[in-house]
Nanobody
Framework: QVQLVESGGGLVQAGGSLRLSCATSGHIVSRYAVGWFRQAPGKEHEFVAAIGWNAFNTYYADSVKGRFAISRDNAENTVYLQMHILKPEDTAVYYC????????????????WGQGTQVTVSS
C-alpha cells in the first residue's frame, strides 16, 4: 500500500522560507514521479511542482518558478519542496502525490495522495 506523509508546513511571514517534506512508504520514490499540489480555501487543487523518478526532469507552475525548488532523495524515500520568498497567495494546504506518468500536472493524473500540510503566509 502506498503511503505519503507531508510535513514541514507552518506559519511564516511574507518573504520567508519553508521546506516541505513528503515521506513515502517503501521504495515508492524511486519508481514514481512525485508532484506537489496546493489547495486554497474555496479553490481547486493547483499544480505547484513535479519531479521525475530520476530527478532529471522537474516542472514548475509559473507562479512559483524561481522561488520554489523540488528535489528528491531516493535513499531516504523523501521528496522535498523548498519554498523561498513566500507570498500571502501561497497560503494553502500542500499535498504531495505520485504518478507513473511523466510530466503531468493535472491532479487526475496522480494515483496516490498524502493528507496535506498547511502553509500560511502572513502579510
Amino acid at each position: 500500500q502506498v503511503q505519503l506523509v507531508e510535513s514541514g508546513g507552518g506559519l511564516v511571514q511574507a518573504g520567508g522560507s519553508l521546506r516541505l517534506s513528503c515521506a513515502t512508504s517503501g521504495h515508492i520514490v524511486s519508481r514514481y514521479a512525485v508532484g506537489w499540489f496546493r489547495q486554497a480555501p474555496g479553490k481547486e487543487h493547483e499544480f505547484v511542482a513535479a519531479i521525475g523518478w530520476n530527478a532529471f526532469n522537474t516542472y514548475y507552475a509559473d507562479s512559483v518558478k524561481g522561488r520554489f525548488a523540488i528535489s528528491r532523495d531516493n535513499a531516504e524515500n523523501t521528496v522535498y519542496l523548498q519554498m523561498h520568498i513566500l507570498k500571502p497567495e501561497d497560503t494553502a494546504v500542500y499535498y504531495c502525490a505520485v504518478t507513473r506518468r511523466v510530466g503531468v500536472t493535472t491532479p487526475g493524473d496522480y494515483d496516490y495522495w498524502g493528507q496535506g500540510t498547511q502553509v500560511t503566509v502572513s502579510s
